[in-house]
């Protein structure tokens, strides 16, 4: 099993950015796709970007395409998120999921995902 553990978040004004990370352990990141899920408050865990195990596939909800950016380095066990053009409603806690294949695929569902972090809040307020 893995362990993940986020780090990043923060108070930022709205257009501003932030970059979130998520350190994994206890197995090889390679072998996990790997996402980023968000919920906010009232509202259920939102799917916001995932990453296939090699990084060669990607996927975003629609809200945050062309300004969230995903990506890792499997040789730090790392995945990042890379937030830009942030708005107020990107207010939440987000949270980190690993999955273990085989496959080159992104899974965007959260109950595909066994494995999660404690999360890191993001508040965008000016």
């Known amino acids: 099993q893995v362990q993940l553990a986020e780090s990043g978040g923060g108070l930022v004004q709205p257009g501003g950015s932030l970059r979130l990370s998520c350190a994994a352990s206890?197995?090889?990141?390679?072998?996990?796709?790997m996402a980023w899920f968000r919920q906010a408050p009232g509202k259920g865990r939102e799917f916001v970007a995932g990453?296939?195990?090699?990084?060669?596939?990607?996927f975003y909800e629609d809200s945050v395409k062309g300004r969230f950016t995903i990506s890792r380095d499997n040789a730090k066990n790392t995945l990042y998120l890379q937030m830009n053009s942030l708005k107020p409603e990107d207010t939440a806690v987000y949270v980190c999921?690993?999955?273990?294949?085989?496959?080159?695929?992104?899974?965007?569902?959260?109950?595909?995902?066994?494995?999660w972090g404690q999360g890191t809040q993001v508040t965008v307020s000016s």
């Open positions: 999921a690993a999955r273990f294949t085989y496959a080159n695929r992104v899974p965007t569902t959260e109950d595909e995902y066994p494995s």
């Open positions: 990453i296939s195990r090699i990084g060669s596939s990607t």
């Open positions: 206890g197995r090889a990141a390679s072998s996990y796709a």
